[in-house]
């Protein structure tokens, strides 16, 4: 078995029964194991906050030498404290270390729409590297922005760093225009976030999504993997304090292509 390929496809076109890796679990019959009991909804002191107006999950599009763009994942833009604007996506959806096939450019969009809100060719910081079981904040990409984006379109992210066991949240879907798929999070560390969805769904391409809270309607993760339980999905996320770690440190650009 290829494992870069299969960690690669996490939630891009690979079928749920190969996304056990990623919870540290295999089963012969995947949908056999019962999720573990659901936290019960905490006290949360950060202030409530109203969903952000426009379609922030958005849908990614890599462009290699020589080729059109194709759709492989999702994104959203991240609004840091400083006033600067971050693309963020995983970094699984795409190739970054062939010689013989660069990658040129990202793009982000609304699904179903011909649109890009832009075409990015630099990365803000070096790039993040396949995720590992227990630590999901290795995997991103950050996307230096340098064109004007709708304040609708921006995603703040949640002072907090990441959501709560318990905590209701959204994850904004990138496939799927204005799609907005409910769970409840399981646990939640500075390295990982897993949610429990309420109801099944193909994750295919939505890597690069992000997970806001209902409470405070603000960014608090990123999806990366998902892991099948009876019936219902984990969704697993990069914490959303890791990325503005990331975003606020980064101190050099790279050029894509070279």
Do not use: C
Request: proline share 10%; glycine share 10%; net charge negative.
């Amino acid at each position: 078995m290829n494992l870069r390929f299969v960690l690669r496809g996490l939630l891009l076109a690979l079928p749920l029964a190969l996304l056990l890796l990623a919870a540290g679990v295999w089963l012969k019959t995947p949908w056999a194991r019962v999720p573990d009991p659901t936290p019960p909804p905490p006290t949360i002191l950060a202030p409530a906050g109203p969903l952000p107006s426009g379609p922030v999950g958005l849908r990614e599009y890599a462009r290699y030498r020589g080729e059109d763009y194709i759709p492989v994942g999702s994104g959203f833009f991240l609004l840091l404290d400083s006033g600067d604007v971050v693309g963020v996506t995983a970094a699984h959806t795409v190739t970054l270390d062939d010689p013989q096939h660069p990658l040129m450019s990202i793009a982000l969009g609304v699904a179903g729409s011909d649109r890009f809100f832009g075409e990015f060719d630099t990365l803000r910081g070096a790039p993040g590297r396949l995720l590992t079981v227990s630590d999901m904040t290795v995997d991103y990409l950050l996307l230096a922005v340098d064109v004007p984006i709708e304040l609708q379109m921006l995603l703040r992210p949640d002072a907090r760093g990441g959501p709560q066991p318990g905590e209701r949240v959204w994850l904004a879907s990138g496939r799927d225009d204005r799609r907005l798929l409910e769970g409840t999070v399981q646990s939640a560390t500075g390295t990982a976030v897993w949610v429990l969805m309420d109801e099944p769904f193909d994750p295919a391409q939505m890597s690069g999504s992000p997970l806001v809270s209902q409470h405070t309607g603000r960014a608090v993760g990123m999806a990366l993997a998902a892991s099948p339980r009876r019936g219902r999905l984990l969704i697993g996320a990069h914490p959303i304090g890791s990325l503005v770690h990331l975003a606020e440190a980064a101190d050099d650009y790279l050029r894509l292509g070279r």
